[in-house]
């Protein structure tokens, strides 16, 4: 394989099973100048296993304005290099876009060099429709945000992937259980491509006492996925606000539930007094 010089590539490495290292990886990693590296000690001992000796250049998030000036100084030269994150695909969660924007803006060329990501992994054995998707990434670490970004997509019709801590798990799946009820189908995939690798499967009531009473599954690293919310129906009022309105319907008469409706789900008063009218 022949790199092309002054040229940035962006390398995946694997999630854990370092038999899904590429080929395509290894050459790169093997011939480019310099590897731009999150953790250069950590991925040092990744490369090792390779026979990979490259320079390293740390790049992370405490740096990466910096840093990126340093590429851009060698691309300018001339030189290849290859940008890696601790694990996975850079960019994903990880350090990498503030460089390859400014790469691309300086008129570098960029060539991916595909491979493992737990977003694809979890989505391609969870059994959740993966025409659409929405990546969330990590949640707010503060439980009000956390709450406060979940509402905010609580009527996403895609399927949800999020990235969470094992720390974090149980608190972020009892927010989630509240937001988007205990009925909502989930999947935590746990330690994907390691020796520990787990799909628990169930709704998130289910899931969250599990993990609850298991304290195994606590522990490693963890990808949650959502069902999206069911479709709104014809009206474009969706099953949130349905219930809702349905709630409220219960004890206070139709003008009155309409209108505290519309407040809670933001979706317009007369819609939804149309659409229980039309229901009745
Ligand atoms: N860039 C990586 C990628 O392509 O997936 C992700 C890096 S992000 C900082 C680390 C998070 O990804 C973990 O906290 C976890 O949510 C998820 N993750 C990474 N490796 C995983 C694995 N083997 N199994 C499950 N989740 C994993």
Not at 74 to 86: C, E, M, T, V
Request: net charge neutral; proline share 5%; no cysteine.
């Amino acid at each position: 394989m022949i790199l092309e010089k002054g040229t940035l590539y962006v390398v995946a490495t694997p999630i854990g099973n370092l038999g899904d290292m590429s080929q395509r990886a290894i050459e790169v990693l093997q011939q480019v100048d310099m590897i731009a590296a999150e953790d250069t000690r950590r991925s040092g001992r990744l490369l090792q296993h390779f026979d990979i000796s490259g320079r390293f250049l740390a790049l992370h998030e405490h740096n990466e304005r910096q840093a990126t000036g340093r590429v851009l100084d060698y691309l300018q030269q001339g030189k290849s290099i290859a940008l890696i994150s601790d694990a996975g695909t850079p960019l994903l969660s990880d350090p990498g876009y503030y460089l390859v924007r400014e790469a691309i803006r300086a008129g570098f060329r960029i060539i991916p060099i595909p491979g493992p990501s737990a977003v694809a992994t979890a989505l391609s054995a969870a059994g959740l429709p993966t025409d659409r998707f929405r990546f969330e990434g990590f949640l707010p670490a503060k439980s009000t945000a956390r709450r406060n970004r979940l509402m905010q997509i609580k009527d996403e019709t895609a399927t949800l992937v999020f990235y969470e801590a094992p720390h974090r798990i149980l608190e972020t799946l009892a927010d989630m259980q509240e937001v988007f009820g205990g009925e909502r189908e989930a999947i935590l995939a746990r330690e994907l491509t390691k020796t520990f690798e787990t799909f628990l499967r169930g709704n998130l009531e289910a899931i969250r006492q599990r993990v609850e009473t298991d304290t195994d599954q606590q522990k490693g690293e963890m990808v949650i996925l959502l069902h999206g919310a069911p479709p709104p129906d014809s009206s474009g009022i969706s099953a949130e606000a349905e219930r809702i309105l349905n709630i409220l319907l219960k004890e206070l008469p139709l003008k009155q539930a309409a209108a505290l409706a519309s407040e809670i789900t933001g979706v317009k008063k007369n819609r939804l007094y149309e659409h229980a009218l039309k229901r009745n």
